[in-house]
Nanobody
């Protein structure tokens, strides 16, 4: 059974940091590109960051570049999103997604709230 389980969300003050994790199981994680998406209140889901299957290539949305870092550990079947200098506009449900050759899987999401 394919599972993507996000964790690490929570409430943080502006300027703070959080580290999200997404643990994968039930599929060949090391073959899949992994991405983080987010969906803020009343907004469409948007791509935040992507990492290639081997971890050699990463891409970021303009809004988070320089503040967020995506990484993966293929031995642990886990992808991470390190978030620093958080802003109120980063408040959203964060989802991880696994993609390969037209196949994709989504996690259930983890809430990140940035508020004073």
């Amino acid at each position: 059974q394919v599972q993507l389980v996000e964790s690490g969300g929570g409430l943080v003050q502006p300027g703070g940091s959080l580290r999200l994790s997404c643990a994968a199981s039930g599929f060949a994680f090391y073959y899949y590109a992994m991405s983080w998406y987010r969906q803020g209140p009343g907004q469409a889901r948007e791509l935040v960051a992507t990492i290639s299957s081997d971890g050699a290539s990463t891409k970021y949305a303009v809004a988070v570049k320089g503040r967020f870092t995506i990484s993966r550990d293929n031995a642990e079947n886990t992808v991470y999103l390190e978030m620093k200098s958080l802003k109120t506009e980063d408040t959203a449900v964060y989802y991880c997604k696994a993609t390969r050759a037209g196949l994709y899987y989504w996690g259930q999401g983890t809430q990140v709230t940035v508020s004073a």
